[in-house]
């Protein structure tokens, strides 16, 4: 149903590129379809949401700590799918997990700066012991000292 809802919401931006209010429902149907396809248990489709996600809104640091979610709970995904060979889960994950830490790394690039959901947020767990997690934390923890 997201999906449907993610290409009419596209259509309409198309047909109307300067409404906002489309572009905020097409962005809206594709994070829900992300959470939709990890619901259902489809690692690919979240994944897939997730990378469209972080092109709608490149700049916006929010956006891309969104999709670095949908990645981790993708990894979690691919990680206890036994339909995938060994070797192609390993594979599979640490694709993602590249892409997460680039969501993450972009996320604090472009001014993301909520830094105890970074730290303590469950929805980031997978991330949080891979390299360069701590850099990525400490350029968020910046980001939030400089707004106060």
Not at 19 to 28: A, S
Not at 61 to 89: F, M, P, Q, S, W
Request: hydrophobic share 45%; glycine share 8%; with cysteine.
């Amino acid at each position: 149903m997201f999906q449907e809802a993610e290409q009419l919401a596209a259509a309409c931006t198309a047909a109307v590129p300067g409404k906002e209010i489309w572009q905020l429902y097409h962005y809206n149907a594709v994070w829900f379809s992300g959470q939709t396809h990890g619901d259902l248990g489809d690692h690919a489709g979240e994944a897939a949401a997730a990378h469209r996600l972080a092109g709608l809104r490149p700049t916006d640091g929010k956006t891309h700590r969104i999709a670095a979610e949908l990645l981790a709970h993708a990894i979690t995904l691919v990680a206890g799918d036994e339909r995938l060979a060994a070797a192609d889960r390993q594979r599979r994950q640490l694709e993602l997990e590249r892409e997460g830490m680039q969501r993450l790394e972009a996320a604090a690039e472009h001014g993301y700066d909520d830094f105890e959901r970074l730290r303590d947020g469950a929805r980031l767990a997978p991330l949080r012991a891979l390299p360069g997690f701590a850099e990525v934390l400490a350029r968020v923890k910046a980001n939030a000292d400089a707004g106060k």
